[in-house]
């Protein structure tokens, strides 16, 4: 069974206390910034009035939002580490309901904003020089001036805030907090509660029976809930096709992409250049069948390791592995991982109600904190640095960075975690002794890409073609979404979707459809950390340096020019041909690993 909240030991979780000392605290402040936020309604038709105005008004902005951010942020992670909580349900309810207030009260601001003259402008840099650091700021706005609204109609948009963001919500309790999975066979034959975290533990167990069953168990269990997901993932993709409508966009993806200065072009190369190497998927999932020698591969066969060898870590063991190979990038940074290791920023173990899967988060004023739920192999290796790498990002532009600047665009953010994931694998390739450690290192390779690169471009297509069949409208029933999805999957893994019905229910438990537009980066981040781990590992330590300075670099200049500056064109295909390079390259080694030691 898994453990309770309770059971779990204290220097295992994160210590939120660092954010807000006591539930009280967070109350304080709650009702402190709700008044705050009420007060500031009388700042609206005065941004304009004079620089000095103008400085004030932005300033007041940004300090209510990064007030709100803290807030927010403990309210999520005390409901993440228990989603049946219903305080904790109720702390984040607030937390969000403010943020509409926070939007409605502000939503004079970029209206007023856009009615500023050029000359107007300028004038104002040049008469207050505290605006000067905001340039930037403005210069996004003023290129976003098309898709801003009237101030009335802002008002309204932003007041919808809750219910815009209610089939998110609704999904995420189902998921984590409400669905009851059965229990099934673990690999002892003892009877085991599924969960999301048990589950990923027994698709990947060397026994094809206990992984058939906990295979069967979960997608059974969302084939009974199929019409309220479906239900609940129509209702968010009409919300985003609605923004965008309302907005002047052409469609979502357009919407969300221009969010991070992102060309819809760099969407569609990713399609293209992984379409074009499915070949290679599907020779390695023809090279699986041969090792596991089962002819006739099931989607419950995809994740089980091919090696035998046991390469698995406690979490002890893997926090110091993960420091031997981010050591590459100089003391200053491996100082920071040991802060986040000895200082409770990881909440390590999964419990009963625990939010499912691994995520870095925080806020500005606080610690970069992330969420795991522990299994002792090598993948969670790999989650642990990949989220790591993503609180280090965290933490170099927020001690760098003015608060303005002070995140990163989430077209950059998966790139930092998947560079951490790829100088792991260089590490361990360099220290193995031996040819079956070598085989386990490249088989979690390969089905590592196979899982960031296929499989989230083969999520982006989804995503975007739902978005596109709503747009054109069609209804998004269940049916509509169960025969789009496993014809997709047929597609990119090249298994019959007769031969596996139930994964045409596995859209349903995908979080990240309702985070508008967020997968794809997961694919062309991988890609591109794929090019700057071979830089920080074999290059020199001016391409060090410059990787730190992405990290340091925030929102201070737009995504692709960031990583210019790092030394990778997004905007070209090269980077995700590079990739596929480096796992055709490391399939080749696997086959003759494959061949030399008679494993097919």
């Given at each position: 069974m898994v453990?309770?909240?309770?059971?779990?030991?204290e220097?295992?979780?994160?210590d939120?206390?660092?954010?807000?000392?006591?539930?009280?605290?967070?109350?304080?402040?709650l009702?402190?910034l709700?008044?705050?936020?009420k007060?500031?309604?009388?700042?609206e038709?005065?941004?304009?009035?004079s620089?000095?105005?103008l400085l004030?008004?932005?300033e007041?902005?940004?300090?209510?939002?990064?007030?709100?951010?803290?807030?927010?942020?403990?309210?999520?992670?005390?409901n993440?580490q228990?989603t049946r909580v219903?305080?904790?349900?109720?702390?984040y309810?607030?937390?969000?309901?403010?943020?509409?207030q926070?939007d409605?009260?502000f939503?004079?601001?970029e209206?007023?904003?856009?009615?500023i003259?050029e000359?107007q402008?300028?004038?104002?840099?040049?008469?207050?020089p505290?605006l000067?650091?905001y340039k930037?700021f403005?210069?996004k706005?003023?290129?976003?001036k098309?898709?801003v609204?009237?101030?009335?109609?802002?008002e309204?948009?932003a007041g919808?805030g809750e219910i815009?963001?209610?089939a998110?919500?609704?999904?995420?309790?189902l998921?984590?907090?409400?669905i009851?999975?059965p229990?099934?066979k673990?690999?002892?034959g003892n009877?085991?509660?599924l969960?999301?975290?048990?589950?990923?533990r027994?698709?990947?167990?060397k026994?094809?029976e206990?992984?058939?069953?906990a295979y069967e168990?979960?997608y059974?269990t969302?084939e009974q809930?199929?019409?309220?997901?479906a239900k609940t993932?129509?209702?968010?993709?009409?919300?985003?096709?609605?923004?965008a409508?309302?907005?002047?966009?052409?469609?979502a993806?357009?919407?969300?992409l221009a969010?991070?200065?992102?060309p819809?072009s760099?969407?569609?190369?990713?399609v293209?250049?992984?379409?074009?190497?499915?070949?290679?998927?599907?020779?390695y999932?023809?090279?699986?069948?041969k090792?596991?020698?089962i002819?006739?591969l099931?989607?419950?066969?995809?994740y089980?390791?091919?090696?035998?060898?046991?390469?698995s870590?406690t979490y002890?063991?893997a926090l110091?592995?993960?420091?031997?190979?981010?050591?590459?990038l100089?003391e200053d940074?491996?100082?920071?991982?040991?802060?986040?290791f000895?200082e409770?920023?990881i909440d390590?173990y999964?419990n009963q109600g625990?939010r499912s899967?691994?995520?870095?988060?925080?806020?500005?004023?606080?610690?970069a904190?992330?969420l795991l739920?522990?299994?002792?192999?090598?993948?969670?290796?790999?989650?642990l640095?990949?989220?790591?790498?993503h609180?280090?990002?965290?933490?170099?532009t927020?001690e760098?960075?003015?608060?303005v600047y002070?995140?990163?665009?989430?077209?950059?953010a998966?790139i930092a975690?998947?560079?951490?994931?790829?100088?792991?694998?260089?590490k361990?390739?360099?220290?193995v002794q031996d040819?079956?450690?070598?085989?386990?290192?490249?088989?979690?390779?390969?089905d590592?890409?196979?899982?960031?690169?296929f499989?989230?471009?083969?999520?982006?297509?989804?995503?975007h073609?739902?978005?596109?069949?709503?747009?054109?409208g069609e209804?998004l029933?269940s049916?509509?979404?169960n025969?789009?999805?496993?014809?997709?999957?047929?597609e990119y893994y090249?298994?019959s979707?007769?031969?596996?019905?139930?994964?045409?229910?596995?859209?349903a438990?995908?979080?990240?459809f309702y985070?508008?537009?967020?997968?794809?980066?997961?694919?062309?981040?991988f890609a591109?950390a794929?090019a700057?781990?071979?830089?920080?590992v074999?290059?020199?330590?001016?391409?060090?340096?410059r990787?730190?300075?992405?990290?340091?670099?925030g929102?201070?200049?737009y995504?692709?020019?960031?990583?210019?500056?790092?030394?990778?064109d997004?905007?070209?295909?090269?980077y995700?041909?590079?990739?596929f390079a480096?796992?055709?390259?490391r399939?080749?080694e696997?086959?003759?690993?494959v061949?030399k030691?008679?494993?097919?």
């Amino acid at each position: 069974m898994v453990l309770q909240r309770n059971e779990i030991n204290e220097k295992d979780t994160w210590d939120l206390s660092t954010i807000f000392e006591t539930d009280q605290k967070w109350e304080e402040e709650l009702a402190l910034l709700t008044e705050n936020t009420k007060e500031a309604a009388s700042l609206e038709g005065h941004l304009l009035d004079s620089a000095e105005s103008l400085l004030n008004i932005t300033e007041c902005y940004l300090d209510l939002s990064r007030r709100l951010e803290k807030l927010y942020v403990y309210a999520h992670m005390k409901n993440d580490q228990d989603t049946r909580v219903a305080k904790y349900q109720e702390y984040y309810a607030k937390a969000m309901t403010l943020y509409s207030q926070l939007d409605q009260v502000f939503s004079f601001y970029e209206p007023e904003f856009m009615a500023i003259t050029e000359e107007q402008y300028q004038n104002f840099l040049a008469e207050e020089p505290k605006l000067q650091p905001y340039k930037h700021f403005f210069d996004k706005l003023l290129q976003n001036k098309e898709h801003v609204l009237s101030q009335r109609e802002e008002e309204l948009l932003a007041g919808a805030g809750e219910i815009f963001g209610a089939a998110s919500e609704t999904f995420a309790i189902l998921d984590n907090a409400d669905i009851v999975f059965p229990f099934v066979k673990d690999e002892d034959g003892n009877e085991v509660q599924l969960s999301h975290g048990v589950y990923m533990r027994l698709v990947e167990s060397k026994n094809r029976e206990v992984r058939r069953g906990a295979y069967e168990a979960l997608y059974s269990t969302y084939e009974q809930y199929q019409h309220t997901y479906a239900k609940t993932l129509q209702t968010n993709v009409k919300v985003q096709n609605y923004r965008a409508k309302v907005r002047n966009y052409k469609s979502a993806r357009e919407a969300a992409l221009a969010a991070n200065f992102v060309p819809e072009s760099v969407y569609d190369n990713l399609v293209s250049a992984v379409r074009k190497h499915l070949p290679l998927l599907h020779r390695y999932l023809a090279l699986r069948s041969k090792i596991l020698g089962i002819p006739d591969l099931k989607m419950y066969d995809v994740y089980t390791p091919l090696s035998s060898v046991e390469y698995s870590f406690t979490y002890e063991k893997a926090l110091k592995k993960a420091e031997e190979a981010l050591a590459i990038l100089g003391e200053d940074y491996l100082s920071r991982v040991k802060r986040a290791f000895s200082e409770r920023w990881i909440d390590v173990y999964e419990n009963q109600g625990k939010r499912s899967g691994a995520y870095s988060g925080g806020s500005y004023d606080t610690n970069a904190f992330m969420l795991l739920n522990w299994q002792d192999n090598l993948d969670n290796l790999f989650t642990l640095v990949h989220e790591t790498g993503h609180s280090m990002h965290s933490s170099y532009t927020r001690e760098t960075q003015p608060y303005v600047y002070g995140d990163y665009s989430i077209f950059l953010a998966e790139i930092a975690s998947t560079t951490n994931e790829n100088i792991l694998t260089e590490k361990l390739l360099q220290e193995v002794q031996d040819d079956a450690t070598r085989f386990a290192i490249l088989n979690n390779f390969l089905d590592g890409f196979r899982g960031t690169v296929f499989r989230q471009t083969q999520f982006a297509e989804f995503e975007h073609a739902i978005h596109q069949a709503d747009q054109n409208g069609e209804v998004l029933t269940s049916e509509f979404l169960n025969n789009l999805y496993a014809d997709l999957n047929q597609e990119y893994y090249g298994l019959s979707k007769e031969d596996n019905p139930q994964i045409q229910y596995e859209w349903a438990r995908i979080p990240h459809f309702y985070y508008n537009y967020y997968v794809y980066q997961y694919s062309t981040g991988f890609a591109a950390a794929s090019a700057l781990a071979e830089k920080i590992v074999h290059g020199s330590q001016d391409d060090r340096d410059r990787y730190i300075d992405y990290l340091k670099a925030g929102k201070s200049d737009y995504p692709l020019n960031i990583m210019r500056k790092a030394g990778v064109d997004m905007e070209k295909e090269d980077y995700l041909n590079d990739a596929f390079a480096v796992f055709e390259r490391r399939l080749d080694e696997f086959e003759a690993l494959v061949e030399k030691l008679g494993l097919a």
